[in-house]
């Protein structure tokens, strides 16, 4: 029982715990390979670290419910492109101009919207035909990355309102706006996930659906739930880093699922299902991050940066078979 | 006998795993030609004993030895070079591969070229079949073989080292009692070659029809070896769990009260046919049929799980639609299913989410679940049924059977149900924790309960009910009640032998 516990509290503090050996080689690495002057544990990094881990950490936080779940979604990055562009280009239309600064919260409106209802259609799908969540948003992604080019062929969607870029790159408390977001979601996420019946049922079903609905479970309209709020999140993501850039590429968002799938696995969540932790999955986004502006100061190439996390993730998925397996009777496969 | 070398002897094995010794200096040996029952309660060892057996564990202390030999078995590889072979409950074979593919899996004759010499595999193949005397060939693709058939495979595999010892595994399981027969034709056949066998089953029927020794364990420890011939049921079970088992009638107390369940001329497709019955309050009807008679498929209809065909259900006097199980849990109607494990629990959860998870929607405080609440409830039912659990954080995975069962049960009485459903109570619990869930059954009519029970085991069902359903093929046979029951009348109805139906 106490063991139990403190196996529990190890596998949640594994991520952090990686963290801080980032943090410790980076710093060291850094005073003798670092291209730049500055430390690598330089405040001022930190704070834009947190901040480019939001686009990928507020979509990941999304994941983390959907594995628990025992689904995946794939078209997020999809989603995440076609809000940006709904964000953007809503504030050119006619009737939004005339209506001043009061188009910021109508178009942040429509692009959350945009990402609800394509949430719901996944989550429509998967309730109605019982196809399996993987499928269907692998259909998904590329029908809505279709839509996005649609709307504007190749050629990027752009527009910049200052008041929104202001908004946008303002600090609060030391935290960037982007940060706060991602700082927020997860809050609000979290206990979600470990304090209301929402929450409890989708560890539930994730862990085994026919218990689930032998309880009396309504598993359907709670993957409808879930599908909706993962393309709330991934709009959210989109909403907050295009308010600041104000351009997107029909290519924005690629592969976006997939490193939010990663940052939700280092978080150590189940793709099985049933299993998972959103503060965990907050860990494993930083972690990613870290590596990535780690290795950067210690002048590595994009090209490597993939390479070695891609290695570690498989490193840490065996670690953590090999530390689940001690004890349990797993025969020698 | 006794002059012989055992053909396998165990000498004061010792396994721990943290916080637990599961197995305590166990001793025993199997003589050549002999038969020898492995028994004990579900967790006396029984399986943990054959995993050192089988080189999956290493014991902590005592020695393994094969005719006197002493020997350190590595892996189920190594067990089966040494001539030490088992036959599982689940048989592992691969369905899409011919008969002689699987016996020789691992190890096909070859070629130059690293080919396949399939004619000697055939020929091989054919020769093991021939002694086992079945109906099947080398080339027969083991998918569309019977389970039977498919068990005769893995002892053909058995026999293509020359074994010293094989060790069934709950063998009977799945089998018919026609094909009962031909199993134990073939472990006949085994002892006359000198094989020593190790059988473990919990069917004492069959542990003293075909065994010449028993040996017993009990939480680890080796509780003695009984000569078959001189010893009786009750002496087992005794050694077993230390203590006598009451499977009399139990007599009803109590009054019952009005009719909380009426199902008539329900049909659902050709799983169960003009199925028509009633439960009163207080009382506890069991369902007793074979295996596929439509005893399940009721409950799971009544659950919500299936819609009926036609036919009509009522709860107290009105008629009712049910269309899953959330709206069947809304009219007070609850199921403790059959397969607990995967269907009734969560296992990666903790006792009291478990117990809750119905009724965690109306506990909550403004958005969140109420944890003292939830706590409350768990509480007054570990008391109430005497679950046994460090606390309520414990995973559900963790608990014994029969703990776990009562956390499904706990989990329905706690909503206060009209109607209780219980499918197969006592299925892989052990015995000790059996006769607590039969009472807890009895108490829960007496407290006005109305209970159906589905069981597999007749001295389950007499034991427990006030009126028995019996079933056969779809369809229900007869009704008796618990004064008049016979187990000849009983078991002539779920035969179908007997077709004038009491409606």
């Not at chain 1, 801080?20 to 690495?29: D, K, M």
């Not at chain 1, 860990?283 to 190439?301: E, F, M, N, S, Y």
């Amino acid at each position: 029982m106490k063991k139990e516990t403190r196996a529990n509290l190890i596998k949640q503090g594994a991520i952090w715990a990686f963290i801080v050996v980032e943090l410790a080689f980076f710093s060291i690495a850094g005073e003798f390979l670092s291209v730049t002057e500055t430390a690598f544990m330089d405040f001022d990094n930190m704070l834009l670290l947190l901040k480019q881990s939001a686009p990928i950490g507020i979509i990941a936080l999304g994941m983390t419910i959907i594995m628990i779940n025992g689904n995946i979604d794939l078209s997020v990055g999809a989603t995440f492109a076609l809000a940006a562009i709904v964000l953007l280009d809503s504030m050119t239309w006619p009737f939004m101009a005339a209506i001043g600064d009061w188009a910021i919260p109508l178009a942040w409106g429509f692009a959350l919207l945009t990402g609800v209802v394509l949430g719901a259609i996944n989550g429509l799908i998967v309730w109605k035909t019982g196809v399996d969540a993987f499928i269907v948003t692998l259909g998904s992604m590329l029908g809505y990355r279709g839509l996005v080019f649609m709307y504007n062929g190749e050629q990027p969607t752009s527009h910049l309102n200052w008041t929104l870029v202001d908004f946008a790159e303002a600090q609060f408390l030391g935290l960037h706006t982007a940060t706060w977001f991602l700082l927020g979601a997860a809050l609000l996420l979290w206990l979600l996930m470990t304090k209301t019946v929402h929450g409890r049922n989708a560890y539930a079903i994730g862990n085994n659906r026919e218990a689930a609905v032998n309880a009396g479970i309504r598993v359907g309209p709670h993957f409808l739930w879930n599908f909706m709020l993962i393309g709330f999140l991934a709009a959210l993501s989109a909403v907050v880093f295009y308010s600041e850039s104000g351009s997107v590429n029909p290519n924005d968002g690629m592969l976006y699922e997939l490193w939010a799938i990663t940052a939700v696995v280092l978080g150590g969540t189940k793709l099985s299902g049933g299993y998972g932790s959103i503060i965990s999955t907050l860990g494993g986004v930083i972690a990613i991050q870290l590596l990535r502006k780690g290795l950067g100061h210690i002048g590595a190439d994009t090209e490597t940066v993939n390479l070695v996390i891609g290695l570690i993730l498989i490193a840490v998925l065996f670690l953590d078979r090999q530390l689940n397996r001690k004890g349990r009777e797993e025969l020698k496969t | 006998m006794t002059d012989q070398t055992p053909a396998l002897r165990l000498e004061g094995i010792v396994k721990t795993f943290p916080g637990v010794r599961a197995l305590d200096g166990v001793s025993f040996a199997v003589m050549p030609g002999e038969v020898h029952a492995l028994m004990g309660e579900n967790g006396a060892g029984k399986s943990t004993l054959m995993k050192v057996l089988g080189g999956i564990h290493q014991p902590n202390e005592g020695q393994i030895f094969i005719a006197e030999e002493p020997t350190v078995m590595t892996s189920p590889i190594e067990a089966k070079s040494k001539g030490v072979v088992f036959i599982h409950q689940e048989l592992s074979l691969a369905d899409e591969l011919t008969v002689a593919e699987n016996i020789f899996l691992g190890e096909l004759p070859r070629k130059s070229f690293g080919r396949v010499d399939w004619k000697t595999l055939y020929d091989q193949t054919n020769a093991i079949l021939k002694t086992l005397n079945v109906g099947f060939d080398a080339r027969t693709r083991v998918g569309d073989l019977s389970i039977a058939n498919q068990q005769m495979v893995e002892i053909a595999r058995a026999l293509t080292v020359d074994p010293r010892a094989v060790i069934f595994d709950e063998p009977t399981a799945s089998l018919t009692d026609a094909e009962k027969v031909v199993l134990f034709e073939v472990i006949a056949d085994l002892q006359s070659r000198g094989v020593g066998v190790i059988y473990i089953s919990h069917r004492m029927e069959e542990i003293f029809k075909i065994t010449d020794r028993i040996s017993v364990l009990r939480d680890g420890q080796y509780r003695g070896t009984l000569n078959t011939a001189e010893t009786n049921e009750e002496e087992v079970t005794q050694l077993m769990i230390g203590r006598t088992l009451d499977l009399s009638r139990s007599e009803s107390t109590h009054q019952m009260g009005d009719v909380a369940l009426e199902v008539r001329n329900l049909s659902c497709g050709d799983l169960f046919e003009d199925v028509s019955f009633t439960v009163r309050k207080g009382e506890v009807v069991g369902f007793y049929g074979l295996v596929g008679a439509g005893r399940t498929e009721i409950a799971e209809t009544l659950f919500g799980l299936r819609d009926p065909s036609s036919g009509t259900i009522m709860l107290d006097g009105e008629e009712v639609r049910i269309n899953s199980p959330a709206d069947a849990i809304k009219r007070g109607i609850s199921l403790v299913p059959e397969d607990r494990k995967a269907q009734g629990l969560i296992l990666g959860m903790n006792c009291r989410d478990n117990m809750t998870l119905p009724q965690v929607d109306d506990m909550t405080a403004g958005p969140f679940v109420s944890d003292g609440a939830e706590v409350a409830i768990f509480d007054q039912y570990r008391d109430k049924l005497d679950i046994r659990t460090p606390g309520w954080r414990q995973l559900v995975g963790n608990l014994s059977g029969g703990n776990q069962q009562k956390i499904v049960i706990g989990k329905w009485l706690s909503m206060h149900p009209e109607v209780l459903i219980v499918d197969e109570p006592t299925r892989g619990i052990d015995v000790g924790s059996k006769s607590e869930i039969h009472n807890l059954i009895r108490e829960l009519a007496a407290q006005g309960y109305a209970v159906i029970v589905i069981s597999s085991e007749m001295p389950e069902v007499l034991h427990v009910s006030d009126r028995i359903v019996a079933m056969f093929n779809g369809r229900v046979m007869r009704e008796f009640t618990a004064e008049e029951v016979t187990e000849d009348s009983l078991i002539q109805a779920i035969s179908g032998l007997e077709t004038d139906k009491v409606a």
